[in-house]
């Protein structure tokens, strides 16, 4: 099975900063890659597929990148609404698999 | 607007059964792939298992054997049995939509709001 690996789990961050968060996948997925924002006691909310398609009505400050085995998803300038949880998800042939998350809070 | 709704979670002891509902509105339900998703208290997020629009299933191995999905497009929902409940099947029970129809293995646009099963005696 292909394994999702996040880093850093938790990242402290100030309002205005600019974050990037990284996911591996041990194996090639081609840019079968999503990235999901959950807050505390919300169902995750989908911000970016196919690694760098931003989802409609997300703000463009969120950016994916990479192919492969590696992938960003990178904040260009941090807003109060942003600290949250972030999941990486890759979803190729017939399984469905999260990273561990990344919990982004205020420095 | 598209929602998902869930419902039929409950405290129930190790080794018995529940059955998961999810009701969908405001798409076609019939031509778009469902998953069910699960996360453990202050975990992170596990897929358990989806039903594609040809009624194609798949499961995580911990769930094999033991989970059921399937779907009525007749009612617009999808349904997760769950059966030889253990204690780490103990989490909220998210269901969701697939970004593209027809597609089988995409990322997840909608999403519901979850119903908590806890397995304990």
């Known amino acids: 099975d292909i394994q999702m690996t996040q880093s850093p789990s938790t990242l402290s961050a100030s309002v205005g900063d600019r974050v990037t968060i990284t996911c591996r996948a041990s194996?090639?997925?081609?840019?079968?890659l999503a990235w999901y924002q959950q807050k505390p006691g919300k169902a995750p909310r989908l911000l970016i597929y196919?690694?760098?398609n931003l989802v409609s009505g997300v703000p463009t400050r969120f950016s994916g990148s990479g192919s492969g085995t590696e992938f960003t998803l990178t904040i260009s300038s941090l807003q109060p609404d942003d600290f949250a949880t972030y999941y990486c998800?890759?979803?190729?042939?017939?399984?469905?698999?999260f990273g561990q998350g990344t919990k982004v809070d205020i420095k | 607007e598209p929602q998902l709704v869930e419902s039929g979670g409950g405290l129930v002891q190790p080794g018995g059964s529940l059955k998961l509902s999810c009701a969908a509105s405001?798409?076609?339900?019939?031509?778009?792939?469902l998953t069910w998703v699960r996360q453990a208290p202050g975990k992170g997020l596990e897929w358990v298992s989806t039903?594609?629009?040809?009624?194609?299933?798949y499961y995580v191995d911990s769930v094999k054997g033991r989970f059921i999905v399937s779907r009525d497009n007749s009612q617009n929902t999808v349904f997760l049995q769950m059966n030889s409940l253990r204690a780490e099947d103990t989490a909220l029970y998210y269901c969701?939509?697939?970004?593209?129809?027809?597609?089988?293995?995409?990322?997840?646009?909608?999403w519901g709001q979850g119903t908590m099963v806890t397995v304990s005696s």
């Open positions: 969701a939509k697939d970004l593209t129809p027809q597609w089988e293995f995409d990322a997840f646009d909608i």
């Open positions: 194996q090639s997925i081609s840019s079968w």
């Open positions: 998800q890759k979803y190729s042939t017939y399984s469905w698999t």
């Open positions: 405001g798409f076609t339900f019939s031509t778009y792939t």
């Open positions: 039903i594609t629009v040809g009624g194609t299933t």
């Open positions: 196919k690694a760098s």
